[in-house]
T-cell receptor, first 115, second 109 residues
């Protein structure tokens, strides 16, 4: 049972380049999330998908887009990378519920460096 | 003021010691509270949810004080393997969780 998987594990981009971070879960979870983690700051929610077919903005959505491709997969796209997007990106999923009390299961993260 | 605040530490304690962390939150409407553990360069993992009446899981005890708007985590008989960063997480709304910056614990042999 793989849980939540993310690809790539590490990426270096030049300013202005685009890329897509991939996330997949095999736990049949309804909800999926994208966070970024920066030094001295807590994880911040970029986008979330409460269920297949829906996506919503989180706290820091600017510069990102997402696609909930199917129940398993939730991708994050940077259209024109900026140095401020240098961060560690975590994908998470959670089982069905109210959206207020479920455990979140995290992937191993993608370390992104934008030069 | 941050929505969720934690002392960043590090808390350096000897093996076998008891250590406690607090976390304060600003949104009095928050209903769900959690402690996650994050090892260096790894993903966060749930340690325990925090219930209104307080709850215990082995050496770990979590408490909620709604009046003063803080949650706490007590670790008894610390092990070397408890060395990690402990993240306080508070539910802000549907599908929205606020993470604290974490408290770093180092258990020394």
């Amino acid at each position: 049972n793989a849980g939540v998987t993310q690809t790539p594990k590490f990426q270096v981009l030049k300013t202005g380049q685009s890329m897509t971070l991939q996330c997949a879960q095999d736990m049949n979870h309804n909800s999926m999330y994208w966070y970024r983690q920066d030094p001295g700051m807590g994880l911040r929610l970029i986008y979330y998908s409460a269920s297949e077919g829906t996506t919503d903005k989180g706290e820091v959505p600017n510069g990102y887009n997402v696609s909930r491709l199917n129940k398993r997969e939730f991708s994050l796209r940077l259209e024109s990378a900026a140095p401020s997007q240098t961060s560690v990106y975590f994908c998470a999923s959670s089982p069905p519920g109210t959206g207020r009390q479920e455990t979140q299961y995290f992937g191993p993260g993608t370390r992104l460096l934008v030069l | 003021r941050k929505e969720v605040e934690q002392d960043p530490g590090p808390f350096n304690v000897p093996e076998g010691a008891t250590v406690a962390f607090n976390c304060t939150y600003s949104n009095s409407a928050s209903q769900s509270f959690f402690w996650y553990r994050q090892d260096c360069r790894k993903e966060p993992k749930l340690l325990m949810s925090v219930y209104s009446s307080g709850n215990e899981d082995g050496r770990f005890t979590a408490q909620l004080n709604r009046a003063s708007q803080y949650i706490s985590l007590l670790i008894r008989d610390s092990k070397l393997s408890d060395s990690a960063t402990y993240l306080c997480v508070v539910n802000k709304g549907t599908y929205k969780y606020i993470f604290g910056t974490g408290t770093r614990l180092k258990v020394l042999a």
